[in-house]
């Protein structure tokens, strides 16, 4: 089944809650009916998600899109909990900044033809909104509470498809993109749904101006180390027949290659594609608004879905080799402004997110050896 299937039996359970809210997120922008500090934010957050529901693969797309993050532009966003504390107040600010940034993040998803993210989003949005209705009986552990709903109630979800696309080849989108795709100018990195910048455009010309037997000999000496690195582990490749494959926006014509020299080793790819950031400032404010939700009973239940997950496609978790990177260098130096705005785990939540992410390593090793016994 590939991701045009999946996808499109997927829709179907959402296609009709995603007419409804629409209703409901365009009467938000007509006519926000709460305080104007809260209408102006609702506003804005709902024309995000019209802005990603009407999403074009298109260099004009993408720059309007991203340069509400970029430096300048985030200043006065509501995705920086700097700005939106001062604009909304401590009770809310940060809260409300966490929802705008995930909001934001849920793109690329509609790329590749998804639409739950936007839809469940949507519902969210529309949720929070009709708390603010009321504003004035309103109180921060509402919104607090109606968030951890969210995230507690579509954990099982998150879980599912995040490994799904970190490990099953089938979600086969980017595949599909790198190997159809003209690569002879940049239109085509548009489809990814990630910001497109200079670094992305440079490096795909950079390779374009390569020999057919150079590209050749990058792609080879990619797989061939790759294929090494088992040898040094003294294990057996033969048992695999999954790579994750990482890398750069800018280089599907090596990628291209290397995905035949990867095929001869009887090796299918699961895709996981990056680009340069917009504003790593941006990424650092938001990198602990798990800390807005996160307790003991959260994690518990996180690492039950994450594992009955990974149960479900044990078949596919158990051929994975690990991944393949392509590293980029050269990037500016970034010196992060830690806000006192932005979400910080205590030392409670710190202690839990290391045991949650040790715990999700034993999982993912635990599957990827049962090919290796």
């Known amino acids: 089944m590939s991701y045009k299937e999946i996808y499109e039996l997927s829709n179907e359970l959402y296609a009709e809650r995603l007419e409804l809210v629409e209703e409901r997120i365009e009467q938000i922008i007509r006519e926000p009916a709460i305080e104007p500090a809260f209408a102006d934010y609702f506003t804005s957050v709902a024309k995000c998600i019209n802005t990603i529901k009407n999403h074009s693969a298109d260099k004009e797309f993408n720059d309007l899109f991203y340069s509400q993050f970029d430096k300048e532009n985030y200043e006065k966003s509501y995705a920086n909990p700097a700005y939106a504390v001062k604009v909304l107040g401590d009770e809310y600010g940060q809260l409300l900044s966490a929802v705008y940034a995930k909001i934001a993040g849920s793109i690329t998803h509609i790329y590749q033809g998804d639409i739950k993210y936007l839809c469940i989003y949507a519902e969210l949005i529309v949720e929070l909104y009709n708390y603010f209705e009321n504003a004035n009986e309103l109180s921060p552990d509402e919104i607090r509470g109606c968030i951890y709903s969210f995230m507690h109630d579509y954990e099982e979800i998150f879980a599912e498809d995040d490994n799904r696309a970190l490990l099953d080849p089938a979600y086969d989108y980017y595949t599909e993109l790198v190997n159809e795709a003209d690569l002879s100018n940049d239109d085509y990195l548009y489809s990814y749904g990630l910001y497109v910048g200079e670094n992305e455009r440079a490096g795909r010309a ?146 839990l997110a290391v045991h949650m992410t040790s715990v999700r390593s034993q999982y993912m090793n635990s599957y990827s050896d049962l090919h290796s016994i």
């Open 206 to 351: 950079h390779l374009a101006s390569f020999s057919d037997e150079e590209i050749q000999a990058m792609a080879d000496t990619y797989t061939e180390g790759y294929r090494i690195g088992f040898i040094t582990c003294n294990k057996d490749i033969s048992k695999k027949s999954v790579v994750q494959v990482l890398y750069p926006l800018g280089f599907e014509r090596m990628i291209r290659a290397a995905l035949k020299n990867f095929e001869k080793m009887g090796m299918k790819p699961a895709m996981r594609p990056f680009s340069t950031s917009v504003n790593k400032q941006f990424e650092y404010d938001h990198k602990e608004d798990m800390a807005l939700w996160l307790d003991k009973a959260y994690v518990e239940y996180r690492l039950e879905c994450m594992h009955n997950a990974l149960e479900r496609m044990k078949d596919v978790a158990c051929k994975c080799g690990g991944p393949a990177v392509i590293e980029i260098f050269g990037e500016e130096p970034f010196a992060p402004v830690s806000k006192k705005e932005a979400a910080h785990f205590n030392d409670e939540q710190q202690k």
